[in-house]
């Protein structure tokens, strides 16, 4: 039973450069979370999706920052003209779409994104 | 969600038990607590959670307390390898609800 997917597990850009990252949710499993960690700081919430809709992104950047979660295929974190600032770990978590004892989020092992 | 309160660090001598608290005095009648822990350069791992009755799982027990304001995460026999950060959250279970993470509890296994 795999858990969640995420690649790259490690990605080198330039500024300037676009990065993408992907991410599998858990069979079954419908809503997409994506969480940042900047170094040596705690895990920050980005953006909260179901299939082809966006249902929380209030921790998402205003600018150069998007995801997406198509109807067929993974999950994108999507960071356009990146800056060394978005150098940092970022976790992708998927739940079930309900449950009556809590939908627990399970959490993949990261992409880390180095901006040289 | 109700904000939680951990101590930034604790530790505890390898085979022994662990025990890692947490206030959620603001807890609601709907929020469950979750615990989960992240290992260095690790994706955070789900631990344990539960709504009022005491729970345990092949990880470690969950002790909550009678007003729910306060629980307790026991690691029965400490790891080396369970050294991590341990985070206590409280989330609303229905629907999907995503997870607010706060500073955590680090805690160190010594040998």
């Known amino acids: 039973n795999a858990g969640v997917m995420q690649n790259p597990r490690h990605l080198v850009r330039r500024r300037g450069q676009e990065a993408r990252l992907r991410c599998s949710p858990m069979?079954?499993?419908?809503?997409v979370y994506w969480y940042r960690q900047l170094p040596e700081e705690g895990l920050k919430f980005m953006v909260y999706l179901q299939k082809e809709n966006i249902i929380d992104e209030s921790g998402m950047p205003k600018e150069r920052f998007s995801a997406e979660f198509p109807k067929e295929g993974p999950s994108i974190l999507r960071i356009q003209q990146v800056v060394r600032g978005d150098s940092a770990a970022y976790f992708c978590?998927?739940?079930?779409?309900?449950?009556?004892?809590?939908?627990?989020?399970?959490f993949g092992e990261g992409s880390w994104l180095t901006v040289v | 969600d109700a904000k939680t309160t951990q101590p930034p660090s604790m530790d505890c001598a390898e085979g022994r038990a662990a025990n890692l608290p947490c206030n959620h005095s603001t807890i609601s009648g709907n929020e469950y607590v979750y615990w989960y822990r992240q290992i260095h350069s690790q994706g955070p791992q789900y631990i344990i959670h539960?709504?009022?009755n005491n729970e345990t799982n092949e990880m470690a027990s969950l002790i909550i307390t009678e007003d729910r304001k306060s629980s307790t995460l026991i690691l029965p026999h400490a790891t080396l390898r369970d050294t991590a950060v341990y985070y206590c959250i409280v989330r609303v279970a229905q629907g999907a609800q995503k997870l607010v993470f706060g500073q955590g509890t680090r805690l160190t296994i010594n040998p």
């Open positions: 069979k079954g499993h419908s809503h």
């Open positions: 539960g709504l009022k």
């Open positions: 978590a998927s739940s079930p779409s309900t449950g009556s004892s809590g939908n627990t989020i399970y």
